[in-house]
C-alpha cells in the first residue's frame, strides 16, 4: 500500500480503477478498492472528476452502479457537513454509552480481533484502512466497548491521509446508531469471510442474537483518555505580489488545477487552530506537504488568516467552501460536486441517491455510449 503524492501518478491511479470488479469485490480487504480518497480529501482530485474519468470509458450506468454509489456517498457527507453540527449526534442519541474514553487495547491494537489489529497496526504505518475494517473497529468501540463515539472518531481521523471530518463523523455516528436506525455489529464469522482471517473463540464468536454484548469483554475493559496533538512546521516568511490575485489552499484544498496557469500568489495555509480543533498526525501534514509541491510557486503560511492578512496586503483572495474554514473573507468558490444542483439537507442516503440519480442521467447522456 502505497500513496504516492505526483500529480500524474495520482491520475494513472484513477485511470487504473476497474469499477466493475469494484462492485463485485469491494467489501473485502483485498477487493479491487481504488485508495483514492486521501487524493480526494485532500482536494487533489475529486469526486466529480472521478466520475468523469470513469463514464469517459464508456460504460454502461447500471454496470457501475455500485461504485459511483460510494462517491455519491461521499458527496452526501459532505452537503450534510454543510447543514448540521457533526460534532453532535445526528439524529438520535447514541444509545447504551459506559464512556468517553478509548479502549487502550484499540490504541495498542491488541484487542485480539486479529483483523483489526492488524488493521489498526496499518494505519499507523501507512495512514489507509480498508472501510469494512474501518466498521468493524469503529462497531468494536462503540458498540461493543461501549465508548462515546467522538474521542475514538478523532483517534482515527488523527492518523488517516483521507482525514475527512464529514465522512469521519458521520460514518462513525453510522455505526453506532446515531446517524442510523440501528448499531452496526459484525461477529467473527463475517470478519473471517471478508479479511481472510480464521480466527474462533473470540468475543465476536457468537450468533447476532447475542450481540452486541450486554458486558463490555474484558479485553476491552480498560480505557485511556488521549491527547492528540499536531505539529506544523516552522512559519516561513513569503513574498507576495499585491498587483495579483491571492489564492488560498488549505488542508481540505490542495487542488493543481485551480485556477492553472493564471498569475497569482500561491499560498498554502496551516492554521494552528484549525489542528487544535481537528488534529493531525505529522505524516498526514507530510503528505499534505508533498501534494503541494503539484502547485507551482505556493508558499506555506502557518498561522491564522486574520495573521495572513494583517501580515501582508493581500489583493483578490480566492479560496475554496469548505465548512471548517475559520474566519475567511473574499472570493469564495465552490468545491467541485457530483451535481452542485443537489445541495442541502436530506434525511437519508437513499434520498440524497433518488435525487441524483436524476441528474445523473443527465451526466450520462452526455457521453458516447
Ligand atoms: C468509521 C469510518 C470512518 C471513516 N473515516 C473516513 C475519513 O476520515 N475520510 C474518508 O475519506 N473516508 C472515511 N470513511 C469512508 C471510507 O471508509 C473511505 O472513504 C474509504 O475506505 C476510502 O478508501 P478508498 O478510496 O480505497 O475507497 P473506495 O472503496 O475505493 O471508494 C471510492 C471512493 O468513494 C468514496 N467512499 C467509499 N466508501 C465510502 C463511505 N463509506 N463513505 C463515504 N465515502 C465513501 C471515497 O471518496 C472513496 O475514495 C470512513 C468510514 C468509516 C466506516
Excluded at 444509545?95 to 488493521?119: K, M, R, S, Y
Excluded at 497496526?121 to 495512514?127: D, K, R, S
Excluded at 483521507?162 to 448499531?183: I, M
Aim: glycine share 4%; aromatic share 14%; hydrophobic share 40%.
Amino acid at each position: 500500500m502505497n500513496f504516492p503524492t505526483k500529480y500524474s501518478e495520482i491520475i494513472a491511479r484513477i485511470e487504473s480503477i476497474d469499477p466493475i470488479k469494484y462492485g463485485e469485490t469491494r467489501n473485502y480487504l483485498e477487493g479491487a478498492v481504488t485508495y483514492l480518497s486521501p487524493y480526494i480529501s485532500r482536494g487533489v482530485i475529486s469526486t466529480k472528476m472521478v466520475l468523469d474519468k470513469i463514464l469517459a470509458k464508456g460504460y454502461q450506468l447500471e454496470e457501475i452502479e455500485s461504485f459511483v454509489k460510494e462517491l455519491a456517498w461521499r458527496d452526501y457527507f459532505q452537503r450534510l457537513a454543510q447543514v448540521r453540527n457533526l460534532e453532535q449526534d445526528i439524529k438520535f442519541p447514541q444509545v447504551d454509552v459506559a464512556h468517553h474514553e478509548i479502549p487502550l487495547a484499540v490504541i495498542n491494537a491488541q484487542t485480539g480481533i486479529q483483523a483489526v489489529d492488524d488493521a489498526i497496526e496499518q494505519l499507523y504505518a501507512h495512514g489507509y484502512m480498508h472501510n469494512h475494517l474501518r466498521m468493524y473497529t469503529a462497531a468494536l468501540v462503540t458498540n461493543i466497548a461501549k465508548s462515546h463515539w467522538l474521542l475514538p472518531s478523532k483517534w482515527m481521523y488523527y492518523y488517516l491521509l483521507d482525514a475527512d471530518f464529514a465522512s469521519n463523523r458521520c460514518s462513525w455516528q453510522w455505526v453506532c446508531g446515531a446517524n442510523s436506525n440501528k448499531k452496526y455489529v459484525a461477529n467473527q464469522e463475517n470478519v473471517n469471510r471478508f479479511a481472510g482471517t480464521q480466527q474462533h473463540g473470540t468475543f465476536l464468536d457468537k450468533p447476532y442474537e447475542y450481540l452486541p454484548p450486554t458486558k463490555i469483554p474484558q479485553e476491552l475493559l480498560e480505557t485511556v483518555e488521549i491527547r492528540l496533538e499536531t505539529q506544523l512546521p516552522d512559519a516561513e516568511k513569503i513574498q507576495i505580489d499585491a498587483t495579483l490575485p491571492t489564492f488560498l489552499y488549505n488542508f481540505y484544498n490542495v487542488d493543481p488545477n485551480w485556477h492553472f496557469g493564471e498569475a497569482g500568489n500561491r499560498i498554502l495555509l496551516l492554521d494552528p487552530a484549525f489542528f487544535k480543533e481537528h488534529p493531525v498526525h505529522t505524516t498526514v501534514i507530510q503528505f499534505v506537504l508533498e501534494l503541494a509541491k503539484n502547485v507551482s510557486n505556493i508558499q506555506l503560511f502557518v498561522g491564522s488568516f486574520q495573521e495572513l492578512k494583517e501580515t501582508y496586503t493581500l489583493n483578490s483572495i480566492y479560496f475554496k467552501e469548505h465548512p471548517l474554514n475559520i474566519g475567511y473573507s473574499g472570493i469564495e468558490e465552490s468545491r467541485d460536486w457530483i451535481s452542485p444542483e443537489i445541495t442541502g439537507y436530506f434525511p437519508s442516503f437513499f434520498a440524497y441517491w433518488k435525487s441524483l440519480k436524476k441528474e445523473l442521467m443527465k451526466i450520462y447522456q452526455t457521453y458516447d455510449h
